[in-house]
């Protein structure tokens, strides 16, 4: 998603999104927070539910210093969430790290924490923009392609509006940190990296004749979708 600069805040960090531990690996630039967000594709939003932590994940959308969620009016979870602070996390993991001793193995990756006290939208026009960024975040394109919701399945989703300012971004990336007196040990050590990757488009079996695979879909999968039984 492409900000102009007026629709971005610097990382402001408070002591619940100040990282701790390896503190090297916080990135302070707005920046990177915005990567993790647009390139991931599920959070795992923390709420507290009757007294007792509840972490569930789902899809989510961004626009500008806004996170955007939705779901059934009918979840209690999510009813629940603007009442008190939540916790939204977001990890992408790029490698496996191999290395000679147990304790030193890990993975690079990178992740983002935010923190905040989500809004519920009541606003027609900025639900259907956070409905609209939440589709077009996991699928590009479609959002123009498809029927829009109509008043009742509109009246049984909740939006919520989550600010982006308190949060921390931690990043992990390089070599295997190993003690130098293992360094000649036996064990293989390195990088294992992690890609993800989409695959042929699968058509639903009552989809009518006729109907090709649409653009917007066969670039998300590389350009692959050129066989026969993907229509």
Not at 176 to 193: N, R, T, Y
Request: glycine share 8%; proline share 8%; charged share 25%.
């Amino acid at each position: 998603m492409t900000d102009t600069a007026a629709t971005r805040t610097p990382l402001s960090p408070t002591p619940r999104s100040t990282v701790t531990r390896y503190r090297d690996r916080a990135a302070t630039d707005r920046a990177a927070l915005d990567e993790i967000l647009d390139e991931g594709l599920i959070c795992h939003l923390g709420v507290t539910l009757r007294g007792a932590p509840v972490v569930l994940p789902t899809v989510y959308g961004r626009i500008g210093d806004t996170l955007y969620l939705h779901g059934s009016t009918g979840a209690g979870n999510l009813r629940a969430a603007p009442a008190e602070p939540v916790s939204v996390a977001v990890t992408l993991v790029d490698a496996i790290v191999y290395a000679r001793a147990a304790m030193h193995f890990s993975m690079n990756y990178r992740s983002a924490v935010i923190h905040g006290r989500p809004v519920e939208v009541i606003d027609a026009g900025e639900r259907l923009r956070g409905l609209r960024a939440i589709v077009e975040h996991s699928a590009p394109g479609a959002w123009d392609t498809v029927r829009p919701p109509d008043k009742k399945e509109s009246a049984a989703t909740i939006v919520l509006a989550l600010d982006l300012t308190e949060a921390s971004v931690k990043i992990r990336g390089g070599d295997p940190s190993d003690e130098a007196a293992d360094l000649a040990g036996p064990a293989w050590a390195g990088l294992l990296p992690v890609r993800q990757t989409f695959g042929d488009p699968i058509p639903a079996p009552d989809l009518a004749d006729g109907i090709e695979v649409p653009p917007h879909i066969r670039a998300r999968a590389g350009g692959s979708a050129s066989c026969d039984d993907c229509r």
